[in-house]
Each structure stands twice: as structure tokens, then as C-alpha cells.
């Protein structure tokens, strides 16, 4: 059974930083594509950033330059670390295996539970 669990998540001033990571578990992690999704209050939830097996990225417009993806094969895991974050990064984040990409999207597979970010002052 596949298990994708995230942390790191919190409250950070606007213009902090913060790394999140997702440990992956009952998969064969090395092999997939991987992404990171967020969920803002109201809104739906969107592709942030994706990596593939060999580690070529892909990032949202609104976060690029900002956000930084990436994977060790070895532990299992993925991070996301964010920098100069704004108001508007407030959001559940979610990792994701992904079945496939699909022009740079990701056809999830497998999602994590979430970790909650929230950026205020």
C-alpha cells in the first residue's frame, strides 16, 4: 500500500521561507513522477511544481523563481522549499505520485494527507 506523508508545514511571516517534504512509502518511488498540489480556502486545488524520475522540473507560473522541487530516490522523498512567500501561498499542500505526466501535468495516482501553510504577520 502506497503511503505519502507530508511535513513541514506552518505558520511563516510573508517573505519567509519553509521546505516541505513528503515521505513516500509501498511504492516504487525512484520510478514515478512526483508533484506537489495546494488547496487554498475556496479555491481549487492546484499543480504547483512536478519532478520527473530523473529530476527534470516544471513549476506554476506563480510560483516560479519562488519554489524549489525536488527528490532523493534513495530516502524515498520529495521537498518542496519555499521561498519569499506571500499572503497568497496560504494553502493545504499535498504531494502526489503521479500514474504519469501528461504535458506536464500529473495523473495522480496516489495523494498525500496534506499539511497545512499559512502565511501571515
Known amino acids: 500500500q502506497v503511503q505519502l506523508v507530508e511535513s513541514g508545514g506552518g505558520l511563516v511571516q510573508p517573505g519567509g521561507s519553509l521546505r516541505l517534504s513528503c515521505a513516500a512509502s509501498g511504492s516504487i518511488f525512484s520510478f514515478n513522477a512526483m508533484a506537489w498540489y495546494r488547496q487554498a480556502p475556496g479555491k481549487q486545488r492546484e499543480l504547483v511544481a512536478t519532478i520527473t524520475s530523473g529530476g527534470s522540473t516544471n513549476y506554476a507560473d506563480s510560483v516560479k523563481g519562488r519554489f524549489t522541487i525536488s527528490r532523493d530516490n534513495a530516502k524515498n522523498t520529495l521537498w518542496l522549499l519555499m521561498n519569499s512567500l506571500t499572503p497568497e501561498d496560504t494553502a493545504d499542500y499535498y504531494c502526489?505520485?503521479?500514474?504519469?505526466?501528461?504535458?506536464?501535468?500529473?495523473?495522480?495516482?496516489?495523494w498525500g494527507q496534506g499539511t497545512q501553510v499559512t502565511v501571515s504577520s
Open positions: 502526489a505520485e503521479c500514474a504519469y505526466l501528461q504535458s506536464s501535468r500529473c495523473i495522480v495516482a496516489y
